[in-house]
DNA sequence: AAGTTAAATAAAATCGATATTTTCTTGCTA
DNA sequence: TAGCAAGAAAATATCGATTTTATTTAACTT
C-alpha cells in the first residue's frame, strides 16, 4: 500500500495538484483551466472546482471571481511579508518547542535530520528534488512539534509550503542550497536538542533569511524578473 | 449602496453563512445539510459546496469526508490551544506593531477604540451583539496593523475568528465581559499609543486568557459541558 | 494605423439529475 | 430485550448540460 486511497474523489485531485504545485510544476501566476485539468484528471468540473477552492484556501492558488482560479502569483513585497511572517512564528513556535519538548521531540528532531542528511540531492536539470524537499520540510516539521500545538504547527506549515512556490524561481537556488544548508540544519539539530533556545532561534532565523537573500539576489540579477521568474510586482 | 454586490453567487452565501457562523446561529458540532441551505439561500448544491469548502479552511467548519459537513465542534483542548496561539501570534505582531506603526496606526487605533468604546452593549437575550462583536474584532486588528504584514493580520485575524465561536457557549459571558472589559481594551489601546510595548503585550495577553478563562469556568460549571453546550471532548 | 464596436469563441459559474454512500427504520433472531 | 440484518430513506459526491461572463477575433470607423 503506497498511500491510503482518498476517501472522495475531490480529496486525491486535491492532493495531486498540491503536489504539482508544490514540486514547481506549474509557472507562478499562469492560469489553471478547469476543464483542461479535469479531463487530465478524468473527473468532472466540480471536483477540480472543490481541490481548487481548497488550495486558494492555503494560498497555494488564488481564486478570481468569474475568471477562474491561476498559481498564486510571486512578488518580492510578498515574499519579504512571507519570510517575516515564518522568522517570527517559527521562531516562537521553536522556543516553545525547546521549552516544553520531551525525549521523543529530540528522538523526532534527531531522526528527521538523519534523513534529511542522508537524503540524496539530486539536483537534475536544476530543479529542487521532490524527495529532499519532503524531507527538509519534515526537519522543520519536527523542531516545531515540541511545543505540541496543533494550530501552530499547521500554520507555521502552511507558511513554509507558501515559500515552498518561491523555491523554483531560480535555478540556482539549488547551488545555492547544498554550499552551506547540510551544515545549517546540523547547527540548528544541535542547538535545539541542546535546549539553548536562543542558538537555536538565531540560527534559524539565518536559515530562513539566508534562503531568501538568495532568491532576491536571484531576482535582482535578472534584468526584468517579471519575464523571466513569474514574478508579478 | 450597502455592500457592494458580490461578484458570484457563491462569495455571496459564503459571507452569508460565515456571518451565521460567527454570530452563533448554528450549534457547534451539529450537522449542515447542504440541500437545506441550498433551498433557503435559493442556490444550487454547488455553490453551498464551494462555501463550505472555503468555511472548511478557514476552520469554521468541518468536512467529514462523504458525510458533508458540520459547525467545528468545539473543545476544552482545542480553546486552549487556540489561546495559546493567539497569544502567542497577537503579541509577537503587536510588539512589531508598537514598534514599526507609525502616526495612522496610532489615530486607527484610537479611532476603533472610541468606535468600540461607544458601541452599546446591548446583550438582548444573552447574545453577543453583532455590532458590538465587529466593533471588537476591528479594534484588535488595528492594533495590529503598525507592523504592515497581510500575512501575520490575516492569519491573526482567522484565529480571533475562530475563538468567536467560543464566545456562544456560555450566555454569562456577557455578563462577564461588561465587567471589565472596557477597561481592559482602554488599558490596551494607551499602552500601545504610549509605545510601552511590553506593557502592552501583558495587558493584551490578560485580555486573551481572561475570556479563556471565563470560558473554561462556564464549561466547567456545566455537569455535563457535551450536552449543554456542544462541546465534544 | 490606431482605436472602437460587435460578433464569435472560450471559459467559468451554476444548475438539475444520477450514482454512491451513509443513516435510519423495521423486522427478525437469539 | 438486546443485538443484528435487510431494506428504505436521506444525504452526499459526482456528473453532464445550461447559463452567464470574460476573452478573443474581426470588422468597421475616424
Redesign the interface.
Not at 500545538?149 to 501552530?152: A, D, V
Given at each position: 500500500m503506497t498511500a491510503s486511497e482518498p476517501?472522495?474523489h475531490s480529496?486525491g485531485v486535491y492532493a495531486s495538484l498540491r503536489a504539482e504545485l508544490l514540486g514547481g510544476s506549474f509557472l507562478p501566476g499562469s492560469k489553471l483551466k478547469l476543464a483542461g485539468i479535469g479531463t487530465r484528471y478524468g473527473v468532472s468540473l466540480?471536483v477540480v472546482?472543490?481541490a481548487m477552492?481548497?488550495l486558494?484556501?492555503?494560498g497555494l492558488v488564488r481564486a478570481l471571481?468569474?475568471r477562474g482560479f491561476c498559481v498564486t502569483p510571486l512578488s518580492v513585497d510578498d515574499l519579504l511579508?512571507?519570510t517575516?511572517?515564518r522568522v517570527?512564528?517559527e521562531t516562537?513556535?521553536l522556543r516553545?518547542s525547546i521549552g516544553q519538548g520531551g525525549l521523543e521531540w529530540e528522538s523526532a528532531v534527531i531522526a528527521a535530520h538523519h534523513t534529511l542528511q542522508g537524503t540524496t540531492y539530486t539536483t537534475d536539470e536544476g530543479h529542487l528534488d521532490a524527495a529532499w524537499s519532503a524531507a527538509h520540510q519534515a526537519f522543520h516539521r519536527a523542531l516545531l512539534t515540541g511545543a505540541k500545538?496543533?494550530?501552530?504547527e499547521s500554520?507555521a506549515t502552511e507558511?513554509r509550503d507558501c515559500s515552498l512556490l518561491y523555491q523554483h524561481w531560480s535555478i540556482d537556488i539549488a547551488g545555492d542550497l547544498d554550499r552551506d544548508v547540510a551544515a545549517e540544519h546540523r547547527n540548528i539539530a544541535e542547538l535545539a536538542v541542546a535546549r539553548d533556545a536562543e542558538g537555536a532561534v538565531r540560527a534559524l532565523t539565518e536559515h530562513i533569511e539566508r534562503t531568501t537573500a538568495a532568491l532576491l539576489a536571484y531576482a535582482e540579477s535578472q534584468t526584468d524578473p517579471r519575464r523571466a521568474a513569474g514574478i508579478s510586482a
Open positions: 476517501k472522495t480529496e466540480s472546482r472543490e477552492t481548497r486558494a484556501g492555503e471571481p468569474q511579508d512571507l517575516r511572517a517570527l512564528i516562537s513556535v516553545e500545538s496543533p494550530r501552530l500554520i507558511l
